[in-house]
């Protein structure tokens, strides 16, 4: 049996957890609300601020929904009590970013400004013009986002110039090993 399937998932106070007939489960907290539909294969049952997922047989394809089922209320009530941040770190000589708005403007060493503009449920707070947070209730869309600003300028491997410092966007807790550029 699935160890992440099987586990008991406990709901914090402040967070109300409803399931539908159509396995829609719909999960309130301080911080928002995020539904998601399951298959209906799996039974998802909410007793005494608890919730439990079964599934209803061994066929391999209810094994692999079984812990995802699992794993993705968990998220969803993480999400709506605590949210999610992710940290991007903006490397290189006069790379920056800014808030202007809805909009936050990337000034990357490209001959233009990307401008990046926040979808519905992210906020995006930009510290000391190299620190970027994106932050929100739903897991999958906070990564979704903070991947799509990394991708506006990858993190280099080679060192570049006398700061012997590296270009472009990383995240906070992401290590990268540096090689050493061309010598003139």
């Known amino acids: 049996m699935s160890r992440i399937g099987k586990r008991i998932l406990s709901i914090p106070s402040g967070v109300t957890v409803t399931v539908s007939k159509s396995n829609e489960v719909t999960v309130k907290g301080p911080l928002g609300e995020l539904k998601r539909q399951f298959d209906m294969a799996m039974k998802i049952t909410v007793e005494n601020d608890t919730i ?32 999610y941040k992710k940290t991007l770190i903006i490397e290189g000589v006069g790379s920056k970013a800014n808030v ?35 932050s929100g209730i739903d897991k999958e869309l906070v990564g979704l986002e903070a991947a ?37």
Do not use: C, W
């Open 100 to 134: 202007q708005g809805k909009k936050v403007v990337f000034d990357l060493g490209y001959s233009h400004p990307i401008e990046y503009d926040m979808p519905e449920g992210i906020n995006v707070e930009v510290e000391k013009n190299t620190t970027v947070h994106v």
């Open 52 to 83: 439990k997922v079964d599934r209803p047989n061994e066929l391999k394809r209810n094994k692999m929904l079984h812990g995802t089922t699992n794993a993705l209320i968990g998220t969803m009530i993480e999400g709506v009590s605590k949210g």
């Open 148 to 184: 799509k600003i990394r991708k506006f300028r990858k993190p280099t491997v080679y060192l570049s110039g006398k700061t012997k410092q590296g270009r472009g966007i990383r995240y906070a807790d992401e290590r990268i090993k540096y090689k050493v550029g061309k010598k003139a």
